[in-house]
């Protein structure tokens, strides 16, 4: 199994980034499919997290109303289009597959990507 993020990088307060996550050797429609992240000197924190045909979705009270998760299983790959970038999210940002709903401990996961947002 192998998740590669793209689409990270250094951005100023207010902007947008989308962030693409490309799975493959599993059956992508199978899996929930989360995005987390870990700014520096902190643990890593859920962002959001979209079911298996992309019918319900979850975010982090943080990032609700600037982030949007959304996947297609036709591509095998989940997005997170951000929006209204602040500071703080400065992190790099990790995508996760796992076949279950609200799982924490995701069965598989990405290599991360860099977010930066500057004042």
């Known amino acids: 199994v192998q998740l590669v993020e793209s689409g990270g990088g250094l951005v100023q307060a207010g902007g947008s980034l989308r962030l693409s996550c490309a799975a493959s050797?599993?059956?992508?429609?199978?899996?929930?499919m989360g995005w987390f992240r870990q700014a520096p000197g902190k643990e890593r924190a859920f962002v959001a997290r979209?079911?298996?045909?992309?019918?319900?979705?979850y975010s982090a009270d943080s990032v609700k109303g600037r982030f949007t998760i959304s996947r297609d299983n036709a591509k095998n790959t989940v997005y997170l289009q951000m929006n209204s970038l602040k500071p703080e999210d400065t992190a790099v940002y990790y995508c996760a597959a796992d076949p279950r709903l609200g799982a924490y401990d995701y069965n598989y996961w990405g290599q991360g990507t860099q977010v930066t947002v500057s004042s």
């Open positions: 979209i079911s298996w045909c992309g019918g319900r979705t």
């Open positions: 050797g599993l059956t992508f429609s199978s899996y929930v």
